[in-house]
C-alpha cells in the first residue's frame, strides 16, 4: 500500500496519491501545513508535482508497523526527498494510520509527518541505536491477522 504511494508521489501523479487516502483523512506536511479529505489532499498536490517536484525522488523505509485487529495499522518510517542517490539520513518521520476499507482496499486515514530532531552529539534521533529516551527496545513485527 505504501509502495503504491510511493510510485504515485514518483510519477508525480496527484490523483493516483489521493486515491491511497480514505475520503476524510488527514494529512499533515513536515512544515505543518494541514489538509483535511482526499479531495483536499489531491489539490494540495497537485502545484508541487507540476512544478517544485519534477526533479527530486522519494527515498523511504519502514521502521515499525503495528496492526490493530485486521482492519487497522499504524505504520512508522522515515523518509526525505533527493536527487540523484539516496541520502544516508532520511530527515522525516512519518506515520500512517491505515484502515481497510468496505471495498477491502487499504488506505490511509491519516499522515502526520515531522522533521527528524537532533540529539546531543548532533545525530538524529531515530539513527540511534538500541533502547533509550524515544526508542524502546525492538520488538518482533506481527503479521497481519
Known amino acids: 500500500m505504501i ?3 510511493i510510485d504515485a508521489w514518483q510519477r508525480h501523479d496527484a490523483q493516483a496519491y489521493g486515491a ?8 499533515i506536511t513536515f512544515v ?10 489531491v489539490e494540495s498536490r497537485r502545484t508541487p508535482f ?3 517536484l519534477k ?21 512508522t518510517g522515515r523518509g526525505d526527498t533527493c536527487k540523484g542517490s539516496r541520502p544516508q539520513k532520511l530527515t522525516k518521520i512519518q ?8 471495498d477491502g482496499e487499504r488506505r490511509i486515514a491519516a499522515f502526520p509527518q515531522h522533521q527528524a530532531q ?26 497481519p491477522p
Do not use: M, N, W
Not at 20 to 27: C, E, G, S
Open 3 to 5: 509502495a503504491s504511494l
Open 20 to 27: 491511497r487516502f480514505t475520503v476524510d483523512a488527514t494529512y
Open 32 to 41: 505543518g501545513t494541514y489538509h483535511q479529505g482526499r479531495a483536499d489532499i
Open 50 to 52: 507540476e512544478k517544485h
Open 55 to 75: 526533479g527530486p525522488r522519494l527515498a523511504d523505509e519502514v521502521l515499525d508497523i503495528r496492526f490493530h485487529g485486521p482492519d487497522a495499522a499504524v505504520v
Open 95 to 102: 506515520t500512517y494510520t491505515l484502515v481497510c476499507e468496505a
Open 118 to 143: 537532533a540529539a546531543a552529539g548532533g545525530d538524529l534521533v531515530q539513527d540511534r541505536p538500541g533502547p533509550g529516551p524515544g526508542r524502546p527496545e525492538a520488538t518482533p513485527r506481527p503479521s
